[in-house]
């Protein structure tokens, strides 16, 4: 890539990822306040913790398709489609869980999800090691997430 052009790609993944997480928030967002009434883990942070790991977690993403993008932007079509597969679940599962209160349905997305982080992160080390190293935190929010959605689902169905 040239110089000039470093910023956009990241700009661009970035953008991408946030705009995800909020069309996927503005979706849910009443049946996300619904389910603050409901029995929930103890462990359950407030709201708004959430939506700052949230996009924490999707500029990290944005940065690590970004730095994929930059190594060879046409040799790696796999490694964005496992971009592409991320943020397609990252949309799903709040749907799933909030809007449709498909809560069994919303924990097998999230466990395609954790199989989707820990094979992005495998599959980013061997072309650019901090990649990989930025999907880690997702993946360990995600195991985190299950237990909330495995306890969510327990407690309510």
Known sequence: MEKKNDFWPYAAF??????VGGLATLVSV??????Q???QSPLTPPPVVFS????ILYVLMGVSAALIYGVEP???KDQHLLYAGTLLLNFLWPVLFFALELRLAALVVLLMMIALAIGTVVRYRPVSRPAA????????????????NLTAYQLNG
């Not at 970035?14 to 705009?19: E, Q, V």
């Not at 009443?30 to 389910?35: I, L, N, S, V």
């Not at 700052?52 to 996009?55: D, E, H, L, T, Y």
Request: aromatic share 22%; charged share 10%; hydrophobic share 65%.
């Open 37 to 39: 009434n409901l029995p």
């Open 14 to 19: 970035i953008l991408l990822s946030l705009l």
């Open 74 to 76: 046409r040799g790696l």
């Open 133 to 148: 190293y930025l999907q880690i935190p997702y993946a360990l929010w995600l195991l985190f997430a299950f237990y909330l």
């Open 30 to 35: 009443d049946g996300m306040r619904a389910f």
């Open 52 to 55: 700052i790991v949230w996009s």
